[in-house]
């Protein structure tokens, strides 16, 4: 692997690469799921709200996090989280086409 960038913050004196933030990528891929399938699923609305509520400051904190601490640039904050909403998109299409698929094959 050819390291596009390092730590700005040597780990046990060795530089690191650093790009993407593998937790933000995780994080934010996720979290959203998580929301979203709440949101899908979920009955009690209290505890769907509480749940999707909970998502974005946790994700927050977590991106956060990860630059306050030095462990990683913005540019690898910024890059995750593109690389996560992409990944997220493909997901929520793929849940839609599974919806559509199945909503066909029962004539609705």
């Given amino acids: 692997m050819v390291p596009i960038n390092y730590r700005p913050i040597p780990v046990d004196g060795v530089m690191e690469a650093s790009y993407p933030s593998s937790t933000t990528?995780?994080?934010?891929?996720?979290?959203?799921t998580l929301a979203y399938q709440a949101a899908r699923r979920m009955k009690d609305g209290l505890a769907k709200g509480a749940v999707v509520a909970s998502v974005a400051p946790s994700s927050a904190l977590m991106v956060a996090g990860r630059l306050v601490a030095g462990v990683h640039w913005a540019t690898d904050i910024v890059g995750s989280i593109l690389l996560a909403s992409g990944l997220f998109m493909l997901y929520r299409c793929?849940?839609?086409?599974?919806?559509?698929?199945r909503a066909s094959r029962m004539g609705g």
């Fill in 94 to 101: 793929a849940v839609e086409a599974c919806d559509a698929r």
């Fill in 25 to 32: 990528l995780l994080v934010l891929g996720v979290m959203p």
